[in-house]
């Protein structure tokens, strides 16, 4: 049976109702992870980018928001997973929170330029999600039987992105990791746009 993140559920569950939940259900039908990095400078569907683009930031996250940054960081993460690198560039390099700085991080990891992203990762210090981002990349090794990368972020009792970065980075050396690293970041883009919704509309 292929691997299911349990983070699609939590997910779907948090942003049901609203737009931003009904471009999620979309993208969770992506026949593969989003790349780690694109290979090509488009968008996965350009209309999808259109009508995120289109919406304010808000309207994304029904009529419950009250944090206009928070729902810019939901509209950057939305852009991000369709895979449209510059959009998000041009909403996140606006967000001035660690989050806003996270989604920044994402984007130069995926553009490729490892150095700008951990400059970016920096600045983010110890985000919430760390914890539980560290905890699923865990299941996920265990689950795909890759021992040796269960281990290894087991070992850290903190989540490194600095580390991951460097793992992305080295994939195309050591492409068995690729379908690993693949899984994670879509785990990493759910729980950071589940975080950005959460304070974008104060629901906990």
């Not at 209309?47 to 419950?64: F, K, M, R, Y």
């Not at 999600?129 to 039987?145: N, V």
């Not at 899984?183 to 589940?194: P, S, Y």
Request: proline content about 8%; some cysteine.
């Amino acid at each position: 049976m292929p691997y299911r993140s349990p983070m699609i559920d939590p997910l779907a569950t948090a942003l049901r109702g609203t737009p931003a939940g009904s471009f999620v259900q979309v993208f969770e039908q992506r026949p593969t992870p989003p790349a780690l990095v694109p290979p090509h400078e488009t968008p996965w569907r350009h209309e999808l980018s259109q009508q995120i683009s289109t919406l304010a930031a808000g309207t994304l996250c029904g009529p419950t928001w009250r944090d206009a940054s928070y729902a810019e960081a939901v509209k950057a993460g939305l852009l991000l997973w369709n895979d449209d690198l510059a959009a998000a560039h041009t909403l996140a390099q606006r967000l001035t929170h660690p989050t806003g700085s996270y989604w920044h991080a994402l984007m130069h990891r995926r553009e490729p330029d490892y150095g700008n992203s951990k400059y970016w990762f920096d600045r983010v210090g110890d985000h919430p999600i760390f914890p539980e981002l560290r905890t699923l990349a865990t299941t996920t090794a265990e689950a795909l039987g890759e021992a040796k990368l269960a281990t290894a972020v087991a070992a850290s009792y903190e989540w490194n992105p600095f580390r991951f970065v460097d793992w992305c980075e080295a994939v195309t050396r050591e492409p068995a990791t690729a379908a690993y690293l693949g899984l994670v970041q879509l785990d990493e883009l759910r729980l950071l746009l589940l975080h950005s919704f959460r304070q974008a509309t104060g629901k906990a």
